[in-house]
């Protein structure tokens, strides 16, 4: 794939705060999200993947590199690695400035020249740990990049205010938040129907 209109990083929070069961239901409802047929649809042909894991410094992993969909298959064997994701990083705290420098390492690489990048940031807790979140967001969005945010409420309710104020950034930025992990699936397949679409200009 030369070109693509969309490359995506789905960043997902592997920290202590989220339990092994709920790490399964974020990677069950990722997986389910990503073959939503609409999601499936506006996905398939013209996007390239990849899967970051992450929580506290130094605690960063590549789960799936660059995977460009060009088939319904493509997207398939994705959103399978989605739902089986190991959980290889140590589940410590919650580095969200490290985690958006990993993304941006990881965008810097794609095989492809996207019209678009969006790093999908998906956690249930603030950056407290490593460097500071805001800082690195502001580079990003400068270089065009959007970071959009999903936010989990059940332990920290005011989440969706520091996502707004050291997350989220670049063109079209956007946070959605859902009450539980019971609510993820929804919460996830509405957020990307939106990236798909793109900003409204």
Not at 57 to 65: F, H, N, S
Request: one cysteine or more; a negative charge; proline letters at 4%.
């Amino acid at each position: 794939m030369d070109h693509a209109e969309l490359a995506m990083v789905l960043a997902v929070d592997g920290s202590a705060s989220v339990t092994y069961d709920e790490f399964g239901l974020i990677a069950g409802g990722m997986a389910a999200a990503l073959r939503d047929p609409t999601v499936a649809a506006g996905l398939t042909g013209n996007s390239a993947l990849s899967l970051l894991l992450w929580s506290g410094t130094g605690q960063q992993d590549i789960i799936t590199g660059w995977t460009s969909i060009a088939t319904a298959a493509d997207l398939t064997a994705f959103a399978d690695g989605v739902e089986n994701m190991p959980r290889t990083v140590k589940a410590g705290s919650t580095a969200i400035g490290e985690a958006l420098l990993a993304a941006l390492t990881l965008l810097a690489q794609v095989p492809t020249v996207p019209k678009r990048n969006i790093v999908n940031v998906i956690g249930d807790g603030r950056s407290n740990d490593g460097i500071a979140p805001g800082p690195i967001r502001d580079r990003m969005a400068a270089a065009d990049i959007t970071i959009n945010g999903l936010c989990i409420l059940h332990e920290e309710p005011d989440l969706l205010a520091s996502y707004t104020d050291e997350v989220i950034g670049g063109p079209g930025a956007f946070a959605v938040t859902c009450r539980d992990y019971k609510d993820f699936t929804e919460a996830m397949r509405q957020k990307l129907t939106r990236e798909i679409k793109g900003p409204i200009v």
